[in-house]
T-cell receptor, first 119, second 114 residues
Framework: GAVVSQHPSRVICKSGTSVKIECRSL??????MFWYRQFPKQSLMLMAT?????????EQGVEKDKFLINHASLTLSTLTVTSAHPEDSSFYIC???????????????FGPGTRLTVL | AQSVTQLDSQVPVFEEAPVELRCNYS??????LFWYVQYPNQGLQLLLK??????LVESINGFEAEFNKSQTSFHLRKPSVHISDTAEYFC????????????FGQGTELSVKP
């Protein structure tokens, strides 16, 4: 099946610094990538939808200036957490959405996640 | 708007016992339905999906789910669980006109004990 990678898998940073997380689709081109965050023992919360070459669409309540998303190509999207604070500590997961008739109309492939800890 | 409710936050079972993880959804339009599994500190893996056709869908590792339109349910079942099935399970829905957005349920933690 399709593979999506995330880098780094874990990051620990000091409060006030910025952290960039990469999401790559390794063997296919994704028209859209999604970014989720997940708190312990909770479900995934969609943060934003990222389309190649256009501005990301953020969900209500997500600060676009804090969570910068860049979708530079059909295989790479990045999420930058700017001026991170302890409350930003979370598990961030990306997914790549592929429109492939043989796979079905709504197929998302998820990355392994990035554990961010802000001290 | 769509919503997904997973009725059980935790389901403890003994190995080789049957299990059912419940999922109900709410939507005014047709939906696609998914079950994902998440192992600790990992991303989500697609377990099975219902898009159309037969209402009973199966995964390669013995799980199955049945789409019940009248009850707006998509419960996940396995007749005999293994220790390795211990994980978090998420039910999700999507609709055609939302560009692939998935709406997730709260998750059910399946704990299989020896």
């Amino acid at each position: 099946g399709a593979v999506v990678s995330q880098h780094p898998s874990r990051v620990i940073c000091k409060s006030g610094t910025s952290v960039k997380i990469e999401c790559r689709s390794l063997d296919f081109q994704a028209t859209t990538m999604f970014w989720y965050r997940q708190f312990p023992k909770q479900s995934l919360m969609l943060m934003a939808t990222s389309n190649e070459g256009s501005k990301a669409t953020y969900e209500q309540g997500v600060e676009k200036d804090k969570f910068l998303i860049n979708h530079a190509s059909l295989t790479l999207s990045t999420l930058t957490v700017t001026s991170a604070h302890p409350e930003d500590s979370s598990f961030y997961i990306c997914s790549a959405y592929i429109i492939e008739p043989s796979l079905g109309p709504d197929t998302q492939y998820f990355g392994p996640g990035t554990r961010l800890t802000v001290l | 708007a769509q919503s997904v409710t997973q009725l059980d936050s935790q389901v403890p079972v003994f190995e080789e016992a049957p299990v059912e993880l419940r999922c109900n959804y709410s939507s005014s339009v047709s939906v696609y339905l998914f079950w994902y599994v998440q192992y600790p500190n990992q991303g989500l893996q697609l377990l099975l999906k219902y898009l159309s056709g037969s209402t009973l869908v199966e995964s390669i590792n013995g799980f199955e789910a049945e789409f019940n339109k009248s009850q707006t349910s998509f419960h996940l079942r396995k007749p005999s669980v293994h220790i390795s099935d211990t994980a978090e399970y998420f039910c999700a829905v999507s609709v055609d006109n939302q560009g692939g957005k998935l709406i997730f349920g709260q998750g059910t933690e399946l704990s299989v004990k020896p």
